[in-house]
């Protein structure tokens, strides 16, 4: 494990948070699901292949799998955008007094706030670059 971490740079940390925060995120998602609208199958699969991906990218180290960060990230934005849309019908209906849609606003906005920012980190990461630089003396 020691030589995994030895060579990597702060990216490759903020990633390793992002893909712990997302992974964590979709088990509290699964456990608050009580099968209402603001909750969705297809964010919980698309998080779980994203830290998978995320997962191999940091244990495999091969140049030819550099892209996996990236692949992460489309799947958690993918999986950001979907919980986004099903959290702003419901977040609707709070603005404008009804309950034609329905769902948990709560759990809307605290789920959007939480795949956003660890879709952020992850983009953010992904462009920072994962080893260290060796520098010249």
Partial sequence: MKNIIK??????????????????????????????????????????????????????????LSFFPFIACALFGTAFAHCLILGLETLSDVWNNVNFVGGNPTMAVLFIVLFFVGTLAAVISSFCGYEKKESIE
Avoid: H, Q
């Avoid at 893909?19 to 209402?36: A, E, K, N, P, T």
């Fill in 7 to 64: 060579d990597k740079s702060v990216g490759f940390f903020i990633g390793t948070a992002a893909c712990v925060l997302m992974f964590l995120s979709d088990i509290l998602y699964i456990i608050l699901d009580s099968s209402d609208r603001t909750f969705s199958l297809l964010s919980c699969i698309l998080i779980f292949a994203g830290s998978a991906v995320w997962i191999l990218s940091a244990l495999i180290p091969e140049k030819k």
